[in-house]
Protein backbone atom coordinates (compact mmCIF):
# COMPACT_ATOMS: atom_id res chain seq x y z
CA UNK A 1 0.00 0.00 0.00
CA UNK A 2 1.60 3.15 -0.84
CA UNK A 3 1.70 6.02 1.53
CA UNK A 4 -1.10 8.02 -0.32
CA UNK A 5 -3.70 5.43 -0.40
CA UNK A 6 -2.90 5.09 3.21
CA UNK A 7 -3.61 8.27 3.91
CA UNK A 8 -6.83 8.28 1.79
CA UNK A 9 -7.97 5.40 4.03
CA UNK A 10 -6.59 6.53 7.18
CA UNK A 11 -8.69 9.71 6.37
CA UNK A 12 -12.07 8.34 5.34
CA UNK A 13 -11.51 5.67 8.50
CA UNK A 14 -11.25 8.86 11.05
CA UNK A 15 -13.70 11.26 9.63
CA UNK A 16 -16.49 8.18 9.50
CA UNK A 17 -15.81 7.37 12.77
CA UNK A 18 -15.56 10.72 14.18
CA UNK A 19 -18.66 11.35 12.24
CA UNK A 20 -20.68 8.75 13.87
CA UNK A 21 -19.24 9.22 17.48
CA UNK A 22 -20.58 12.64 16.55
CA UNK A 23 -24.16 11.32 15.93
CA UNK A 24 -24.00 9.12 18.95
CA UNK A 25 -22.88 11.76 21.60
CA UNK A 26 -25.76 14.09 20.76
CA UNK A 27 -27.95 10.90 21.57
CA UNK A 28 -26.44 10.77 24.91
CA UNK A 29 -27.21 14.28 24.95
CA UNK A 30 -23.76 15.84 24.78
CA UNK A 31 -22.82 18.32 22.18
CA UNK A 32 -21.98 16.31 18.77
CA UNK A 33 -18.49 18.52 18.76
CA UNK A 34 -17.14 17.05 21.94
CA UNK A 35 -16.72 13.48 19.96
CA UNK A 36 -13.66 15.18 17.52
CA UNK A 37 -11.55 16.28 20.31
CA UNK A 38 -8.92 13.88 21.36
CA UNK A 39 -8.50 12.83 24.73
CA UNK A 40 -11.24 15.24 25.65
CA UNK A 41 -13.98 13.08 23.87
CA UNK A 42 -12.26 10.18 25.80
CA UNK A 43 -13.37 12.34 29.26
CA UNK A 44 -16.65 12.26 27.90
CA UNK A 45 -17.02 8.77 26.97
CA UNK A 46 -15.65 7.61 30.42
CA UNK A 47 -18.31 10.24 31.75
CA UNK A 48 -21.36 8.23 29.78
CA UNK A 49 -20.23 5.00 30.81
CA UNK A 50 -19.44 5.49 34.52
CA UNK A 51 -16.05 4.85 34.29
CA UNK A 52 -13.55 6.54 36.59
CA UNK A 53 -12.03 9.79 35.80
CA UNK A 54 -8.14 8.45 36.19
CA UNK A 55 -8.51 5.91 33.58
CA UNK A 56 -7.40 9.32 31.50
CA UNK A 57 -4.27 8.89 32.78
CA UNK A 58 -3.55 5.14 31.30
CA UNK A 59 -4.58 7.03 27.80
CA UNK A 60 -1.36 8.38 28.17
CA UNK A 61 0.64 5.41 27.80
CA UNK A 62 1.35 3.81 24.78
CA UNK A 63 0.24 0.04 24.12
CA UNK A 64 -1.55 -0.04 27.31
CA UNK A 65 -3.99 2.88 26.01
CA UNK A 66 -4.64 0.49 23.10
CA UNK A 67 -5.80 -2.32 25.71
CA UNK A 68 -7.62 -0.06 27.55
CA UNK A 69 -9.21 1.79 24.49
CA UNK A 70 -10.99 -1.30 23.42
CA UNK A 71 -12.54 -2.25 26.84
CA UNK A 72 -14.04 1.83 27.01
CA UNK A 73 -15.41 1.27 23.47
CA UNK A 74 -17.22 -1.38 24.18
CA UNK A 75 -18.38 -0.31 27.69
CA UNK A 76 -19.65 2.79 25.12
CA UNK A 77 -21.85 0.60 22.69
CA UNK A 78 -23.37 -1.15 25.68
CA UNK A 79 -24.76 2.82 26.93
CA UNK A 80 -27.01 2.19 23.72
CA UNK A 81 -27.87 -1.59 24.71
CA UNK A 82 -25.46 -3.33 22.05
CA UNK A 83 -24.56 -6.00 24.19
CA UNK A 84 -23.98 -9.36 21.79
CA UNK A 85 -20.39 -10.30 21.04
CA UNK A 86 -20.79 -9.13 17.05
CA UNK A 87 -21.87 -6.13 17.98
CA UNK A 88 -18.49 -5.55 20.42
CA UNK A 89 -16.64 -7.15 17.35
CA UNK A 90 -17.98 -4.06 15.29
CA UNK A 91 -17.44 -1.46 17.25
CA UNK A 92 -13.69 -2.20 18.04
CA UNK A 93 -12.77 -3.48 14.56
CA UNK A 94 -15.48 -1.23 11.98
CA UNK A 95 -15.78 1.79 13.99
CA UNK A 96 -15.78 3.63 10.86
CA UNK A 97 -19.36 1.63 9.41
CA UNK A 98 -21.19 0.66 12.44
CA UNK A 99 -20.63 4.37 14.28
CA UNK A 100 -22.63 6.00 11.63
CA UNK A 101 -25.49 3.35 11.20
CA UNK A 102 -25.93 3.18 14.91
CA UNK A 103 -25.74 6.88 14.93
CA UNK A 104 -28.40 7.52 12.22
CA UNK A 105 -30.90 4.57 13.17
CA UNK A 106 -33.66 5.54 15.63
CA UNK A 107 -33.87 2.52 17.22
CA UNK A 108 -30.58 3.19 18.77
CA UNK A 109 -30.99 5.11 22.45
CA UNK A 110 -28.35 5.90 24.91
CA UNK A 111 -29.93 3.99 28.09
CA UNK A 112 -27.43 5.19 30.87
CA UNK A 113 -24.00 4.64 32.52
CA UNK A 114 -23.34 1.03 31.53
CA UNK A 115 -20.53 0.32 34.37
CA UNK A 116 -23.11 1.52 36.70
CA UNK A 117 -25.12 -1.56 39.12
CA UNK A 118 -27.69 -0.13 38.50
CA UNK A 119 -27.84 -0.01 34.34
CA UNK A 120 -26.38 -3.72 34.64
CA UNK A 121 -29.57 -4.46 37.21
CA UNK A 122 -32.22 -2.45 34.93
CA UNK A 123 -30.82 -3.91 31.36
CA UNK A 124 -29.30 -7.61 32.67
CA UNK A 125 -27.70 -9.02 29.81
CA UNK A 126 -25.79 -12.78 30.97
CA UNK A 127 -22.97 -14.03 29.32
CA UNK A 128 -23.10 -17.47 28.66
CA UNK A 129 -19.94 -19.81 29.58
CA UNK A 130 -19.07 -19.89 26.13
CA UNK A 131 -18.83 -16.22 25.58
CA UNK A 132 -17.05 -15.63 28.94
CA UNK A 133 -14.29 -17.92 27.48
CA UNK A 134 -14.41 -16.17 23.94
CA UNK A 135 -14.00 -12.57 25.83
CA UNK A 136 -11.07 -14.07 27.92
CA UNK A 137 -9.41 -15.21 25.14
CA UNK A 138 -9.92 -12.51 22.87
CA UNK A 139 -8.72 -9.88 25.17
CA UNK A 140 -5.39 -12.32 25.99
CA UNK A 141 -4.87 -12.52 22.55
CA UNK A 142 -5.50 -8.75 22.00
CA UNK A 143 -3.30 -7.63 24.95
CA UNK A 144 -0.22 -10.12 23.74
CA UNK A 145 -0.16 -9.33 20.16
CA UNK A 146 0.06 -5.80 21.08
CA UNK A 147 2.36 -6.62 23.73
CA UNK A 148 4.70 -8.40 21.42
CA UNK A 149 4.17 -5.91 18.52
CA UNK A 150 4.75 -2.62 20.82
CA UNK A 151 7.41 -3.48 23.68
CA UNK A 152 8.70 -6.67 24.12
CA UNK A 153 8.92 -10.18 22.39
CA UNK A 154 10.39 -13.35 23.45
CA UNK A 155 13.51 -15.19 21.76
CA UNK A 156 15.23 -18.27 21.32
CA UNK A 157 19.02 -18.73 20.34
CA UNK A 158 18.72 -21.36 17.73
CA UNK A 159 22.14 -21.91 16.57
CA UNK A 160 26.11 -21.30 17.88
CA UNK A 161 26.21 -18.08 15.81
CA UNK A 162 26.80 -15.67 19.01
CA UNK A 163 28.57 -18.03 21.45
CA UNK A 164 30.05 -17.74 23.86
CA UNK A 165 28.23 -14.41 24.48
CA UNK A 166 24.45 -15.93 23.56
CA UNK A 167 24.39 -19.97 24.15
CA UNK A 168 22.21 -22.35 22.30
CA UNK A 169 18.98 -22.62 24.84
CA UNK A 170 19.08 -18.98 25.68
CA UNK A 171 15.56 -17.39 25.95
CA UNK A 172 16.10 -13.78 25.74
CA UNK A 173 13.25 -10.71 25.64
CA UNK A 174 13.77 -8.39 23.08
CA UNK A 175 12.67 -4.97 23.77
CA UNK A 176 10.51 -3.05 21.10
CA UNK A 177 11.08 0.33 22.80
CA UNK A 178 14.65 1.12 22.50
CA UNK A 179 15.06 1.29 19.32
CA UNK A 180 11.16 2.43 18.44
CA UNK A 181 8.34 0.00 17.76
CA UNK A 182 8.42 -0.82 14.03
CA UNK A 183 4.64 -0.84 12.78
CA UNK A 184 3.25 -4.06 11.39
CA UNK A 185 3.70 -3.83 7.73
CA UNK A 186 1.78 -7.13 7.25
CA UNK A 187 -1.24 -6.53 9.63
CA UNK A 188 -2.97 -9.10 8.94
CA UNK A 189 -1.58 -12.41 10.37
CA UNK A 190 -2.61 -15.24 13.07
CA UNK A 191 -1.47 -14.41 16.48
CA UNK A 192 1.90 -15.67 17.83
CA UNK A 193 3.02 -17.57 14.61
CA UNK A 194 5.82 -15.10 12.88
CA UNK A 195 5.69 -16.41 9.06
CA UNK A 196 4.94 -20.14 9.17
CA UNK A 197 1.75 -22.33 10.35
CA UNK A 198 2.74 -24.70 13.15
CA UNK A 199 1.81 -27.98 12.20
CA UNK A 200 0.10 -27.36 8.44
CA UNK A 201 3.62 -25.35 7.17
CA UNK A 202 1.27 -22.60 5.47
CA UNK A 203 1.66 -19.16 5.32
CA UNK A 204 0.39 -17.46 8.85
CA UNK A 205 0.00 -14.21 7.03
CA UNK A 206 -1.99 -12.02 4.09
CA UNK A 207 0.61 -10.38 1.93
CA UNK A 208 -2.28 -8.51 -0.05
CA UNK A 209 -2.24 -6.14 2.35
CA UNK A 210 1.48 -4.42 2.90
CA UNK A 211 1.96 -1.16 4.52
CA UNK A 212 4.68 0.54 3.87
CA UNK A 213 7.76 1.13 7.02
CA UNK A 214 6.92 3.86 10.07
CA UNK A 215 8.43 3.17 13.40
CA UNK A 216 7.48 4.89 16.52
CA UNK A 217 9.88 6.90 18.65
CA UNK A 218 12.28 4.88 20.50
CA UNK A 219 14.54 5.87 23.43
CA UNK A 220 17.58 5.34 21.75
CA UNK A 221 19.47 4.62 18.33
CA UNK A 222 21.41 1.80 17.44
CA UNK A 223 25.05 2.01 18.78
CA UNK A 224 28.43 -0.19 18.00
CA UNK A 225 28.20 -3.39 19.69
CA UNK A 226 24.61 -3.51 20.50
CA UNK A 227 23.00 -7.68 20.21
CA UNK A 228 20.39 -6.56 17.85
CA UNK A 229 17.50 -8.68 16.64
CA UNK A 230 16.74 -8.19 12.40
CA UNK A 231 14.41 -9.48 9.58
CA UNK A 232 16.89 -12.04 7.47
CA UNK A 233 16.98 -9.53 5.01
CA UNK A 234 18.01 -12.59 1.86
CA UNK A 235 14.90 -13.90 2.74
CA UNK A 236 13.38 -10.76 0.40
CA UNK A 237 14.50 -13.44 -2.62
CA UNK A 238 13.15 -16.69 -3.90
CA UNK A 239 11.78 -19.30 -2.69
CA UNK A 240 10.76 -17.20 0.28
CA UNK A 241 9.69 -13.86 -1.11
CA UNK A 242 8.40 -12.82 2.42
CA UNK A 243 7.23 -9.66 3.42
CA UNK A 244 10.06 -7.58 5.11
CA UNK A 245 8.21 -8.57 9.03
CA UNK A 246 7.69 -11.93 8.26
CA UNK A 247 11.69 -12.34 7.43
CA UNK A 248 13.41 -14.94 9.52
CA UNK A 249 14.15 -13.70 12.98
CA UNK A 250 18.65 -13.16 13.39
CA UNK A 251 20.45 -12.14 16.39
CA UNK A 252 23.80 -10.79 15.90
CA UNK A 253 26.02 -8.01 17.19
CA UNK A 254 25.93 -4.61 15.16
CA UNK A 255 29.86 -4.13 13.96
CA UNK A 256 29.28 -0.45 12.01
CA UNK A 257 26.32 2.37 12.16
CA UNK A 258 25.46 4.41 8.99
CA UNK A 259 28.46 6.10 7.50
CA UNK A 260 30.97 4.03 9.32
CA UNK A 261 33.61 2.69 6.92
CA UNK A 262 34.07 -1.00 7.35
CA UNK A 263 37.64 -3.31 7.07
CA UNK A 264 38.72 -6.23 8.17
CA UNK A 265 42.35 -7.43 8.03
CA UNK A 266 43.53 -10.67 9.03
CA UNK A 267 40.86 -11.45 11.21
CA UNK A 268 40.89 -8.45 12.69
CA UNK A 269 38.05 -5.66 12.42
CA UNK A 270 38.70 -1.80 11.82
CA UNK A 271 35.39 0.44 12.06
CA UNK A 272 36.91 4.23 10.70
CA UNK A 273 40.05 3.12 10.64
CA UNK A 274 40.51 1.85 14.34
CA UNK A 275 40.84 -1.47 15.74
CA UNK A 276 37.31 -2.79 16.76
CA UNK A 277 36.85 -4.28 20.54
CA UNK A 278 36.56 -8.02 20.47
CA UNK A 279 33.75 -9.80 21.99
CA UNK A 280 34.85 -10.85 25.75
CA UNK A 281 33.69 -14.25 24.98
CA UNK A 282 33.65 -14.27 21.46
CA UNK A 283 35.38 -17.36 19.62
CA UNK A 284 37.87 -18.35 16.69
CA UNK A 285 38.87 -21.09 15.16
CA UNK A 286 42.67 -22.21 16.82
CA UNK A 287 45.00 -25.24 15.05
CA UNK A 288 46.70 -26.71 18.01
CA UNK A 289 49.82 -29.10 17.65
CA UNK A 290 50.65 -31.60 20.34
CA UNK A 291 53.43 -33.71 21.20
CA UNK A 292 51.17 -36.81 19.97
CA UNK A 293 49.65 -37.24 23.77
CA UNK A 294 45.80 -37.33 23.70
CA UNK A 295 43.60 -34.29 25.35
CA UNK A 296 41.42 -35.73 28.50
CA UNK A 297 37.71 -34.93 26.98
CA UNK A 298 36.98 -34.00 30.55
CA UNK A 299 39.67 -30.70 31.15
CA UNK A 300 37.48 -29.64 27.21
CA UNK A 301 34.44 -30.07 29.06
CA UNK A 302 35.58 -28.19 32.06
CA UNK A 303 36.20 -25.55 29.72
CA UNK A 304 32.72 -25.04 28.20
CA UNK A 305 33.89 -26.78 24.26
CA UNK A 306 31.20 -28.51 23.09
CA UNK A 307 32.27 -31.78 22.50
CA UNK A 308 29.22 -32.97 20.28
CA UNK A 309 30.42 -34.05 16.43
CA UNK A 310 27.57 -32.26 14.81
CA UNK A 311 28.37 -28.76 16.36
CA UNK A 312 32.30 -29.39 14.79
CA UNK A 313 33.95 -27.26 17.62
CA UNK A 314 36.70 -30.11 18.34
CA UNK A 315 37.98 -31.22 15.20
CA UNK A 316 40.91 -33.99 14.81
CA UNK A 317 43.12 -33.48 12.07
CA UNK A 318 46.03 -35.63 12.57
CA UNK A 319 47.79 -37.58 15.51
CA UNK A 320 48.65 -34.78 16.59
CA UNK A 321 46.75 -32.01 15.25
CA UNK A 322 43.58 -30.36 16.43
CA UNK A 323 41.16 -27.81 15.27
CA UNK A 324 39.04 -26.06 17.83
CA UNK A 325 36.71 -23.21 18.17
CA UNK A 326 37.58 -21.21 21.25
CA UNK A 327 37.54 -17.81 22.99
CA UNK A 328 40.30 -16.05 23.76
CA UNK A 329 40.55 -16.74 27.34
CA UNK A 330 39.76 -21.05 26.45
CA UNK A 331 42.95 -20.53 23.78
CA UNK A 332 45.10 -19.07 26.76
CA UNK A 333 44.46 -21.60 29.04
CA UNK A 334 44.72 -24.53 26.23
CA UNK A 335 48.28 -22.66 25.56
CA UNK A 336 49.87 -23.39 28.95
CA UNK A 337 48.51 -27.18 29.03
CA UNK A 338 51.96 -29.50 28.45
CA UNK A 339 51.22 -31.52 25.78
CA UNK A 340 50.41 -28.25 23.97
CA UNK A 341 53.48 -27.10 21.66
CA UNK A 342 51.75 -24.29 19.20
CA UNK A 343 48.18 -22.88 19.19
CA UNK A 344 47.55 -20.03 16.57
CA UNK A 345 44.68 -18.77 15.22
CA UNK A 346 43.19 -20.12 11.87
CA UNK A 347 43.07 -17.21 9.56
CA UNK A 348 42.56 -17.18 5.70
CA UNK A 349 45.51 -15.87 3.79
CA UNK A 350 43.72 -13.19 2.17
CA UNK A 351 44.44 -13.79 -1.27
CA UNK A 352 42.35 -15.70 -3.48
CA UNK A 353 38.90 -14.52 -2.41
CA UNK A 354 35.66 -16.10 -1.57
CA UNK A 355 32.77 -16.05 -3.82
CA UNK A 356 30.37 -17.13 -0.92
CA UNK A 357 31.27 -13.56 0.64
CA UNK A 358 29.78 -10.35 -0.22
CA UNK A 359 29.59 -8.79 -2.87
CA UNK A 360 29.72 -12.41 -4.58
CA UNK A 361 31.87 -10.77 -7.14
CA UNK A 362 35.43 -11.53 -8.63
CA UNK A 363 36.10 -8.07 -8.71
CA UNK A 364 36.59 -8.12 -4.67
CA UNK A 365 39.00 -10.63 -3.36
CA UNK A 366 37.49 -10.93 0.00
CA UNK A 367 37.17 -13.36 2.20
CA UNK A 368 35.17 -13.24 6.13
CA UNK A 369 38.88 -13.01 7.59
CA UNK A 370 39.82 -9.91 4.87
CA UNK A 371 37.59 -7.16 3.60
CA UNK A 372 36.70 -4.19 2.45
CA UNK A 373 37.00 -1.29 2.85
CA UNK A 374 33.27 -1.07 2.87
CA UNK A 375 31.13 2.56 3.60
CA UNK A 376 27.63 1.11 5.22
CA UNK A 377 24.89 3.01 3.56
CA UNK A 378 23.18 6.41 5.14
CA UNK A 379 20.07 7.97 5.19
CA UNK A 380 20.99 11.15 2.64
CA UNK A 381 24.14 9.75 1.56
CA UNK A 382 24.77 10.12 -2.26
CA UNK A 383 27.49 7.83 -3.85
CA UNK A 384 28.94 7.58 -7.38
CA UNK A 385 27.91 4.94 -9.44
CA UNK A 386 30.24 3.36 -11.37
CA UNK A 387 31.85 -0.50 -11.78
CA UNK A 388 33.37 -0.20 -8.19
CA UNK A 389 30.62 0.94 -6.00
CA UNK A 390 27.54 -0.64 -8.52
CA UNK A 391 28.17 -4.25 -7.02
CA UNK A 392 28.17 -3.05 -3.27
CA UNK A 393 25.23 -0.98 -3.65
CA UNK A 394 22.48 -2.93 -6.36
CA UNK A 395 20.91 -4.68 -4.12
CA UNK A 396 20.25 -2.29 -1.35
CA UNK A 397 18.68 0.49 -4.53
CA UNK A 398 17.07 -2.81 -5.96
CA UNK A 399 15.46 -4.66 -2.80
CA UNK A 400 15.64 -2.85 0.01
CA UNK A 401 14.58 0.48 -1.53
CA UNK A 402 12.17 -0.62 -3.86
CA UNK A 403 13.34 0.79 -7.22
CA UNK A 404 13.27 -0.87 -10.54
CA UNK A 405 17.11 -1.04 -11.52
CA UNK A 406 18.44 -1.98 -15.10
CA UNK A 407 21.51 -2.56 -16.39
CA UNK A 408 25.23 -4.08 -15.04
CA UNK A 409 28.04 -3.56 -13.19
CA UNK A 410 29.51 -0.64 -14.69
CA UNK A 411 26.08 1.47 -16.05
CA UNK A 412 22.34 1.70 -14.18
CA UNK A 413 19.13 2.54 -15.33
CA UNK A 414 16.76 3.81 -12.20
CA UNK A 415 13.45 3.40 -12.60
CA UNK A 416 13.76 4.31 -16.43
CA UNK A 417 16.43 7.10 -16.05
CA UNK A 418 20.70 6.82 -16.57
CA UNK A 419 22.03 7.35 -13.38
CA UNK A 420 25.73 8.60 -12.39
CA UNK A 421 24.46 8.47 -8.63
CA UNK A 422 22.03 7.81 -5.94
CA UNK A 423 20.29 9.00 -2.87
CA UNK A 424 20.01 6.47 0.47
CA UNK A 425 16.60 6.44 1.72
CA UNK A 426 17.40 4.38 4.75
CA UNK A 427 19.78 4.10 7.39
CA UNK A 428 21.80 0.76 7.33
CA UNK A 429 23.85 -1.11 9.43
CA UNK A 430 26.28 -3.84 9.56
CA UNK A 431 26.13 -7.35 11.88
CA UNK A 432 28.19 -9.95 12.60
CA UNK A 433 28.18 -12.88 15.15
CA UNK A 434 30.42 -13.12 18.17
CA UNK A 435 31.17 -16.97 16.83
CA UNK A 436 33.33 -15.45 13.82
CA UNK A 437 34.24 -18.65 11.98
CA UNK A 438 30.68 -19.91 12.79
CA UNK A 439 28.28 -17.35 11.68
CA UNK A 440 26.15 -16.18 8.41
CA UNK A 441 26.47 -12.56 8.88
CA UNK A 442 26.98 -9.58 6.80
CA UNK A 443 30.25 -10.57 5.50
CA UNK A 444 27.91 -13.18 3.52
CA UNK A 445 25.17 -11.31 2.78
CA UNK A 446 25.91 -7.46 2.89
CA UNK A 447 23.89 -4.93 4.31
CA UNK A 448 20.93 -4.70 6.98
CA UNK A 449 18.24 -2.19 6.55
CA UNK A 450 16.32 0.01 9.07
CA UNK A 451 13.16 -1.51 8.12
CA UNK A 452 14.56 -4.51 8.86
CA UNK A 453 15.13 -4.18 12.84
CA UNK A 454 12.76 -5.55 15.05
CA UNK A 455 14.35 -4.74 18.85
CA UNK A 456 17.44 -5.07 21.01
CA UNK A 457 18.02 -8.02 23.51
CA UNK A 458 18.30 -6.42 26.84
CA UNK A 459 18.78 -10.27 29.20
CA UNK A 460 18.73 -13.76 29.24
CA UNK A 461 15.61 -14.62 31.22
CA UNK A 462 16.26 -18.77 30.94
CA UNK A 463 18.28 -20.49 29.73
CA UNK A 464 18.22 -24.42 28.79
CA UNK A 465 21.17 -26.64 27.76
CA UNK A 466 20.02 -30.11 26.01
CA UNK A 467 22.87 -31.87 26.74
CA UNK A 468 22.97 -30.72 30.19
CA UNK A 469 22.11 -33.94 33.25
CA UNK A 470 18.41 -34.45 34.37
CA UNK A 471 19.43 -32.05 37.01
CA UNK A 472 21.19 -29.24 35.15
CA UNK A 473 19.39 -28.41 32.22
CA UNK A 474 18.68 -25.22 33.27
CA UNK A 475 22.02 -23.03 33.72
CA UNK A 476 21.14 -21.45 36.74
CA UNK A 477 24.08 -18.85 36.02
CA UNK A 478 22.57 -17.57 33.18
CA UNK A 479 19.20 -16.38 34.07
CA UNK A 480 18.04 -13.07 34.05
CA UNK A 481 21.78 -12.25 32.82
CA UNK A 482 21.76 -9.23 30.88
CA UNK A 483 23.30 -9.05 27.22
CA UNK A 484 26.01 -6.32 26.57
Not at 200 to 224: C, M, N, V
Not at 404 to 433: C, Q, R
Amino acid sequence: MSLTTFIIVAVLYTVLTYAGLWKLFVKAGRQGWEAIIPLYNVYVMLKLTGRPMWWLIIFLIPVINIIIGIGLIIDFVKCYRKFTFLEHAEAVLLPFIFFPLWGLDEQTKYYGLSASREFREKYPFKKTAGREWADAIIFAVVAATLIRSFLLEAYTIPTGSMEKSLLIGDFLFVSKVNYGPRVPMTPIAFPFAHHTMPVIGTKAYWDAIELDYHRLPGFEKIERRDVVVFNYPMEADAPFNRPVDKRENYIKRCIAIPGDTIRIVAANVYVNGKLSEKPAHGQKFYDIRTDGTDFNPQAFVDLGINLDPQAADVMRLSEDEYRINLTAENAATIKTWSNVKMIRPVIVDGKSGDPQIFPHNTRFKWDQDNFGPLIIPKRGWTVKLDSTTIPLYKRAIEVYEGNKVEGDDNHLVINGKPAGSYTFKMDYYWMMGDNRDNSLDSRFWGFVPEDHIVGKALFVWMSWDTNGSFLGKIRWNRLFMGIH
